[in-house]
């Protein structure tokens, strides 16, 4: 063998078990999935549709799945612009060479995505729980009268999902951003303050064209985040009142698991529309980002 051939041997090599293994553990499962979807009825009783496309005519009758969708897709509107823009807004200011404390900073801002899923979750449950420590507060500084049922409220339980999220996810995406920013020549924004460049001039023509690449990765990831989210609508509010805070996920968990409905071919469907809906945004925020010509 030539060394050429040699090398690409090699190369194959040790390609191949992680290639079988991606096969295995990832898309067997998604090709499984796909044929699932196309079938109805429960446990060793499930068999193919007729027609094939029934699981997915039926989301669109699905009134629930129609009120996951709305509440998944509120989250992300609201809560991945505020979240990034503070996450670069805080990357900036911690970035500062000349702030004293700035390790610790940083780590009080990361801390809370170090924090487990399930416990922040229970803290800000009991945060805003009608006798909690918000309802306490507002009270005590005259903005209510009487206790607010902040989790027993459709609008006021999903700003308390928005809220949760924001918290702990901003530390997360400014660790990005503040590696990318240290990745900035610091002299940059000394030739532009030379120049009379202001500080928004510098951070909207400097900082965040230098910052593109990994602002469209956080918001691809923050998306892909937030269409599967699901611990908080499960541990924060169980969906309720009514279904009114439910997210895809947890809709497709209680139609799997949750309730005891066990009927997988309807699921299998619900989660290749949102594995759809990931690539869409994935593909088009890839797009917009792509400054090649």
């Not at 420590?133 to 027993?152: R, S």
């Not at 202001?198 to 937030?226: D, E, H, Q, R």
Request: with cysteine; charged share 10%; glycine share 6%.
């Amino acid at each position: 063998m030539t060394l050429a051939n040699k090398q690409l041997a090699a190369g194959w090599l040790f390609l191949t078990p992680a290639t079988i293994l991606i096969f295995i553990m990832s898309f067997y499962p998604i090709i499984q999935a796909l044929i699932t979807s196309f079938k109805t009825g429960k446990g060793v009783n499930i068999k193919f549709a007729d027609p094939l496309t029934y699981n997915y005519s039926r989301m669109l009758q699905d009134v629930i799945f129609k009120t996951s969708m709305k509440n998944t897709f509120l989250y992300l509107i609201i809560e991945v612009p505020i979240m990034l823009i503070l996450a670069i807004l805080l990357a900036q200011l911690l970035n500062n060479k000349d702030l004293k404390f700035k390790g610790f900073f940083r780590t009080c801002i990361f801390l809370p995505c170090a924090t487990s899923l399930v416990s922040y979750s229970l803290i800000f449950k009991s945060m805003f729980a009608t006798q909690g420590l918000i309802n306490t507060i507002l009270q005590n500084i005259g903005l209510t009268h009487e206790n607010i049922n902040f989790l027993g409220t459709a609008g006021t339980a999903r700003a308390v999902i928005i809220i949760a999220l924001i918290w702990r996810w901003t530390g997360y995406n400014m660790v990005f951003y503040l590696a990318g920013l240290q990745n900035i020549e610091y002299s940059v924004y000394e030739a532009a303050k030379i120049d009379g460049a202001n500080g928004w001039k510098t951070f909207w023509n400097i900082t965040v064209p230098l910052l593109k690449p990994t602002i469209v990765m956080t918001a691809i990831m923050s998306i892909n985040g937030t269409l599967q989210l699901f611990d908080e609508s499960m541990n924060l509010t169980s969906g309720g009142p009514a279904n009114s805070t439910i997210t895809m996920s947890h809709y497709i968990y209680n139609q799997a698991f949750g309730q005891g409905v066990g009927n997988f071919g309807y699921t299998s469907a619900m989660s290749f529309v949102v594995f759809i809906l990931v690539a869409i945004l994935a593909f088009i925020n890839l797009k917009v980002g792509d400054s090649r010509d």
